[in-house]
T-cell receptor
Framework: SQTIHQWPATLVQPVGSPLSLECTVE??????LYWYRQAAGRGLQLLFY??????ISSEVPQNLSASRPQDRQFILSSKKLLLSDSGFYLC????????????FGPGTRLTVL | QQQVKQSPQSLIVQKGGISIINCAYE??????FPWYQQFPGKGPALLIA?????SEKKEGRFTISFNKSAKQFSLHIMDSQPGDSATYFC????????????FGTGTRLQVFP
């Protein structure tokens, strides 16, 4: 069976500090990978999308970047965090031959102070 | 920008009652409409999805109804239970892209005993 991991689970960072959030998927090959941000009481905003190693699509102009160094690894980064980067960050995967379902990780709660 | 309009924003239902959440979508290349359930501090989990060669799909107490001509779909929770208290998100294909979803803004459901 497939599982998705995210770490850290929670993170408190000062404004201007760097960021690295990691997501890994087990039990599948060549998944589509996604980064979403969920602000408090809000919906899910798609940030980045990847169909393969080194292939990243950015959905929203912002202070963040994403990389996919390995097939099942997806990293969300920032060089300098802003207060507005606070939120709940969710990684998800899908596998087109299985259909369009997306499966989410447990999330990372980021607070920028 | 494409949207999925979800209502109501919050819903309070007594135990045993019916919870109804509605979503309206814009043009999509194909029909796939999932609902996700999210508990506080957790990632969303796929609850039920419909690929409307049918107008309704039922799984246990959860039913999706689909009206293609009106571009609307809804989630019905029969015999609502306190354990159903969560935030519910609808989603629709993101335009003509087969691998992305756009999410509604969520409905916070509270079921009281």
């Amino acid at each position: 069976s497939q599982t998705i991991h995210q770490w850290p689970a929670t993170l408190v960072q000062p404004v201007g500090s760097p960021l690295s959030l990691e997501c890994t998927v087990e039990g599948t090959s060549n998944p589509n990978l996604y980064w979403y941000r969920q602000a408090a009481g809000r919906g899910l905003q798609l940030l980045f999308y990847s169909v393969g190693i080194g292939q990243i699509s950015s959905e929203v102009p912002q202070n963040l970047s994403a990389s996919r160094p390995q097939d099942r690894q997806f990293i969300l980064s920032s060089k300098k965090l802003l207060l507005s980067d606070s939120g709940f960050y969710l990684c998800a995967w899908s596998y087109t031959p299985l259909g369009n379902e997306q499966f989410f990780g447990p999330g990372t709660r980021l607070t920028v102070l | 920008q494409q949207q999925v309009k979800q209502s109501p924003q919050s819903l309070i239902v007594q135990k045993g009652g019916i919870s109804i959440i509605n979503c309206a979508y814009e043009n999509t290349a194909f029909d796939y409409f999932p609902w996700y359930q999210q508990f506080p501090g957790k990632g969303p989990a796929l609850l039920i999805a419909i690929r409307p060669d049918v107008s309704e799909k039922k799984e246990g107490r959860f039913t999706i109804s689909f009206n293609k001509s009106a571009k609307q779909f809804s989630l019905h929770i029969m015999d609502s239970q306190p354990g159903d208290s969560a935030t519910y998100f609808c989603a629709a294909p993101y335009g003509y892209d087969t691998d992305k979803l756009i999410f509604g803004t969520g409905t916070r459901l509270q079921v009281f005993p």
